[in-house]
């Protein structure tokens, strides 16, 4: 069992399904020069050392080539890990994921398949407003895609390796500041965990309770699910004891899990990065406020950015990203309810 | 230059680009009466260019089309029964009625599903053509566009990566004059408007009349073998007019008789049928009895997906993920 962090857990993972499976192959920007960084977040450093470059294959700055060649290469037996530098650039390949990838097998009546994974880094880091977008929200809103959201690197592992095996395009979002690998982040947070060595997927649709708690349901994904702990950690001195559920998928989502934390406790929290309005939260609300309603003692409560741009003076951006300590104000007023 | 083909191989293309016509015509008049449902962007005129292109195209290669599909399909090795059943949302259709008349093809042929956004086709030929290099199939993929794909991103992308990586994939850009009702000369500067911007990618580009089956078919095979020989990709443009509008509801009155005349009088068909005649490789007698013979076969297969069944309803919300192959 070897501690590390998420971004080579990630990369891990990758050789591991690499070495499996010849058709497994990575593609994106800046992920093979040497001396390079290996992607921006050096996920792929190193990879073309053991595969060569015919299997880790540097693409130019065409972001509608890198998704549209990784449809195309999945619909016909590869299983291509495409790079994005930073997620903010999947908007110019919203066609080829949106129209392509995701309808693909839908369109040909079930007969073709697009087995690829598509990563994409996220999260506010002090690099202005178009490297800084947490939008799970928008692709689930796709049918036809998955969308997950690894937070730790025992997650990071079992899911890129479930992901590659995925038959279907699986978006990965991976936030700039769990990487925990060698490019320093200001603000990040130390994600080292243990990761055994065994080939372990962890299947999606599974949710993982990050704290055990009986006042109140707290679901948050990526580095909000590590506040919402801080958060919860202050107010269990105030004797509030939270359950903190990390979706870690958001399609498929495990509704199940939290419907029965929700009718343990009775109260239940949504925390994202992603903006307020119709971002992942909302259908949570939605859901749990029709399918629970007789179980819930108080509101659901949603926090996250306010919809706005992300901001790039440090003051600025620390004020709209949901903080530890305005989460654990909230926790503070749903608890009095 | 004309090829030397075997008589078989000539009559195989007349028949070819003859079952596209009748095709085509059957589906404009069944559209035309009500019968069949939603819109229409039909390939009549263009078929010299889907049977010269893909008439040696093996089985395993694949093929790429447009939001005007049913000449590449039917030319690929879709069976006419199930282009039509998919035209009727039948469960018997090649996408078992969930595609439609933009999305027809079958992967058992090598026949991609038609794409019906401008260019999103490109990158996803050059990704095919990257998997059949990446497995060292030695096959090739033929990717059609129309002329206004040309101003699309996805060109630019594509053609500039299957020229770095050396794919094995043929562009063949279908140049019919007009993008939708614009003409093209409207929105695009040079003529030649695909193997006009080859050498700015490094690659070799190449102007073919689209209306003479032959040419195309040189052409083709050129490309082809140099794209099987590990050699890169081309792009060939071939000039050509489609007989019919856009889509439905489109009388082309925006195009001038003198102009539509000159390009009817160059009906590839007819083209084709006069060289075979004159060339004492058939004679009227013989054609006619293949055009009668092909106008059953479209008029059976008529009867057989008006009456085959509709898909179930359960088939809306399948297919979404992947459910493992289907017999």
């Known amino acids: 069992m070897a501690v590390m962090g998420i971004a080579d857990a990630l990369r891990i993972g ?31 450093r190193g990879l073309t050392k053991e595969f060569g470059p015919e299997r880790v294959i540097n693409t130019p700055i065409s ?23 930073y997620g903010d650039f999947l908007f110019c390949m919203m066609d080829q994921l949106v129209n392509q990838a995701a309808k693909m097998c839908y369109m040909s009546g079930g007969t073709v398949k697009v087995p690829m994974v598509m990563r994409a880094p996220c999260g506010a880091t002090n690099r202005g407003a178009q490297h800084a977008q947490s939008f799970e929200g928008f692709f689930t809103h796709v049918p036809g895609l998955k969308v997950i959201c690894p937070s730790t690197p025992y997650d990071a592992k079992g899911m890129i390796r479930q992901a590659i095996q995925d038959d279907n395009p699986v978006i990965v979002f991976e936030h700039k500041l769990l990487y925990g690998g060698l490019r320093h982040e200001e603000g990040a947070i130390q994600t080292l965990g243990e990761v055994p060595e065994d080939g372990y997927v962890i299947p999606f649709g599974k949710a993982a309770v990050r704290q055990e708690g009986t ?27 939270c359950e903190v ?80 300590e305005r989460i654990y104000d909230e926790i503070i007023k749903l608890a009095k309810l | 230059m004309k090829p030397k083909l075997s008589k078989k191989k000539l009559l195989e293309m007349y028949e070819k680009m003859v079952l596209i016509r009748k095709y085509e015509e059957s589906i404009y008049y069944l559209f035309l009466e009500g019968i069949m449902p939603g819109s229409i962007h039909q390939s009549t005129g263009q078929e010299a260019c889907a049977v010269g ?21 039917l030319a690929k090795g879709v069976t006419l029964k199930s282009m039509m059943c998919e035209m009727f949302g039948k469960e018997a259709g090649c996408c078992r009625g969930k595609g439609g008349a933009m999305h027809t093809g079958d992967i058992s042929v090598g026949a991609l599903p038609a794409n019906a956004i401008v260019g999103g086709n490109l990158p996803i030929a050059a990704g095919v053509a ?20 040309t101003n699309e991103g996805a060109f630019h992308e594509a053609l500039n990566a299957a020229a770095v990586w050396n794919l094995p994939v043929i562009y063949v850009c279908e140049n ?47 490309a082809i073998k140099k794209a099987r020989a590990g050699k890169g990709p081309t792009i060939l443009e071939l000039k050509t007019y489609r007989h019919v509008g856009h889509s439905r509801n489109d009388a082309c009155g925006y195009r001038g008789p003198n102009e539509q005349e000159a390009w009817f009088a160059r009906d ?58 289907q017999i």
């Open chain 1, 245 to 324: 559920i990390d979706p870690r998928s958001l399609v498929p989502f495990d509704y199940e899990t939290v419907e029965q934390s929700v009718k343990k406790t009775g109260r239940l929290m949504i925390i994202h990065e992603d903006v307020y309005t119709n971002g992942w939260g909302a259908q949570l609300s939605s859901h749990f406020a029709e399918k629970c309603i007789y179980d819930l003692d108080a509101p659901i409560v949603r926090i996250a950015t306010p919809d706005t741009s992300i901001p790039f003076a440090p003051n600025l951006e620390n004020h709209v990203i949901p903080s530890k």
């Open chain 1, 63 to 85: 972001e509608i080539l890198i998704a549209g060649a990784a449809v195309g290469a999945a619909m016909t037996g590869m299983r291509p890990i495409a790079d994005l530098q």
């Open chain 1, 14 to 44: 990758i050789i591991e399904e690499m070495r499996a499976d010849e058709s497994v192959f990575c593609l994106g920007e800046d992920i093979d020069i040497e001396n390079g960084m290996g992607g921006a977040f050096t996920v792929t």
């Open chain 2, 130 to 149: 990257l998997s059949c290099k990446m497995r060292k199939t030695n096959h090739v993929i033929v990717c059609f566009l129309g002329d206004g794909a």
């Open chain 1, 215 to 241: 006042d109140m349901t707290i679901v948050a994904n990526l580095l909000m699910s590590y506040k919402a702990q801080e958060a919860a950690a202050m107010a269990e001195k105030d004797g509030i004891r």
């Open chain 2, 176 to 222: 019919n004059l007009y993008s939708a009702t614009t003409s093209i000369g409207l929105t695009t500067k040079i003529e030649d408007v695909a193997a006009g911007r080859a050498a700015a990618y490094g690659i070799e580009g190449e102007v073919v009349d689209g209306n003479d089956v032959l040419a195309v078919y040189d052409a083709a095979t050129r």
């Open chain 2, 53 to 73: 292109m893909l008439i040696d195209l093996k089985k395993e290669d694949y093929m790429a089309s447009t939001h005007r599909p049913a000449g590449h399909c």
């Open chain 2, 268 to 325: 590839p068909i007819t083209l084709f049928r006069n060289y075979l005649i004159e060339n004492g490789i058939s004679d009227q007698k013989n054609l006619n009895e293949i055009e009668e013979r092909i106008q059953q076969e479209v008029e059976d297969s008529v009867e057989y997906a008006q009456n085959a069944a509709e898909p179930p309803l359960e088939y809306a919300l399948r297919d979404n993920y992947w459910e493992g192959a």
